[in-house]
T-cell receptor, first 114, second 113 residues
Framework: AQSVTQPDIHITVSEGASLELRCNYS??????LFWYVQSPGQGLQLLLK??????LVQGIKGFEAEFKRSQSSFNLRKPSVHWSDAAEYFC????????????FGTGTSLTVIP | NAGVTQTPKFRVLKTGQSMTLLCAQD?????MYWYRQDPGMGLRLIHY???????AKGEVPDGYNVSRLKKQNFLLGLESAAPSQTSVYFC????????????FGSGTQLSVL
């Protein structure tokens, strides 16, 4: 069965510092991988996605993520965090042959210290 | 450009009451989904639909029913609400498999007393 694990429930970083949010997935075939961000009281917004090809994908707001098949990981990174990046981040896995079902991790809450 | 619209945004129910959440999308998307979001549990798929007239169960379907009579609408029903159904409910839609991305509504906060 598909599953997504985000081992870090909460992360605090200083503004300007680098960020890495971890995501591990379990899926039998090649997955489609996503990172979404949720600001308080809002729905989720797509940051980036990986389907195939280049394993380093660029997203919006200066985020990037790297797909590592050998580690079943899809970690999200940003070189320099801004105070506006404080939010909840969700990793998700999906696939065509599951009726386009998407499975989400439990999320990582990011706090940014001025 | 409305995107995905959920109504209502907030609702308080008493145990045993019924209600329907409405999701409407104006992007002509084939796929629609209902998720619930609970603290520490992320988003869990309740039901989903791959097209008009079709629905399927997700991870946590018990206590919910859905209908997709029109392509643009996806209804989530609670026949007899329970306190365990207190949650934030999100509707989402996605286009065909060529562009796998979820578009989310802004959520419905439901409290069952």
């Amino acid at each position: 069965a598909q599953s997504v694990t985000q081992p870090d429930i909460h992360i605090t970083v200083s503004e300007g510092a680098s960020l890495e949010l971890r995501c591990n997935y379990s899926y039998g075939a090649t997955p489609y991988l996503f990172w979404y961000v949720q600001s308080p009281g809002q729905g989720l917004q797509l940051l980036l996605k990986y389907f195939s090809g280049d394993t380093l994908v660029q997203g919006i707001k200066g985020f990037e993520a790297e797909f590592k098949r050998s580690q079943s990981s899809f970690n999200l990174r940003k070189p320099s965090v801004h105070w506006s990046d404080a939010a909840e981040y969700f990793c998700a896995v999906g696939a065509q042959n599951t009726g386009n079902q998407f499975y989400f991790g439990t999320g990582t809450s990011l706090t940014v210290i001025p | 450009n409305a995107g995905v619209t959920q109504t209502p945004k907030f609702r308080v129910l008493k145990t045993g009451q019924s209600m329907t959440l409405l999701c409407a999308q104006d992007m002509n998307h084939e796929y629609m989904y209902w998720y619930r979001q609970d603290p520490g549990m992320g988003l869990r798929l309740i039901h989903y639909s791959v097209g008009e007239g079709t629905t399927a169960k997700g991870e946590v379907p018990d206590g919910y029913n859905v209908s997709r009579l029109k392509k643009q609408n996806f209804l989530l029903g609670l026949e007899s609400a329970a306190p365990s159904q207190t949650s934030v409910y999100f509707c989402a839609s996605s286009p065909t498999v060529e562009d796998e991305k979820l578009f989310f509504g802004s959520g419905t906060q439901l409290s069952v007393l």
